[in-house]
């Protein structure tokens, strides 16, 4: 009696747990294609924050070319390059590089550079840094990103993209240098790598421009 009872209460487990996962997988499906169209909008409303709607004429999610580049960009890993053109020609992109020395862990950016290597601006996409010092990285709590508005390699001059706490010309963020510092470092590599590769970048034919 009592090993019919277990062998009861092991198949009515069994059909628990079958029909748990049957229906995680069906809400997972059928939200699947949701998730990745919110995550898409999401993705270009960033993007489009560093590159306006009216600076170009293409799709920024489909004119895109994947780069390797551990010692500028943070990361063994390839990383995205999304292209900004319009008529056909060059206007700006966007490097999704790699601050790999954050105080935490690792900064994702999203790195705008216009067609002449001026920054468009710089915008951080996930972080761990300390609440209250390292997270003033973020938009969302204070304007100290804009500081890389309209920046480059020329302005300041290379020797100087530093924090001030190192001689360079940056400004560090209250009780925390070592945030922007990794934050500078990796600006400035973004930099340094489009200047290197801006030729190869841009090579690729662009696709069709986005509808009117």
């Known amino acids: 009696m009592q090993y019919r009872q277990i062998i009861i209460t092991t198949i009515i487990l069994l059909l628990f747990a079958v029909i748990g996962t049957t229906l995680v997988a069906f809400t997972f499906d059928q939200t699947r294609e949701q998730i990745a169209a919110n995550e898409r909008a999401t993705l270009l409303r960033k993007l489009h924050r560093l590159i306006a709607p009216d600076q170009h004429d293409n799709i920024l999610l489909e004119d895109t070319v994947s780069v390797r580049d551990e010692a500028l960009l943070g990361t063994d890993k390839p990383v995205m390059v999304y292209r900004a053109r319009k008529n056909g020609e060059a206007v700006a992109l966007v490097i999704a590089a790699i601050a790999p020395d954050g105080y935490s862990s690792s900064i994702k950016l999203l790195v ?50 530093a924090v001030k706490k190192d001689g360079g010309d940056f400004d560090q963020l209250t009780g925390a240098t070592v945030t922007p510092r990794a934050m500078v470092k990796a600006v400035r590599n973004a930099l340094l790598y489009y200047r290197d590769h801006q030729e190869a970048l841009f090579a690729s034919a662009a696709p069709a421009a986005a509808p009117d």
């Open 112 to 161: 705008g550079i216009n067609v002449d290597g001026s920054l468009s601006g710089v915008r951080v996409v996930a972080h761990r840094e300390t609440p209250g010092l390292g997270d003033a990285i973020d938009e969302a709590r204070s304007d100290w990103i804009h500081i890389f508005d309209g920046k480059s390699l020329q302005s300041p001059v290379t020797s100087r993209w």
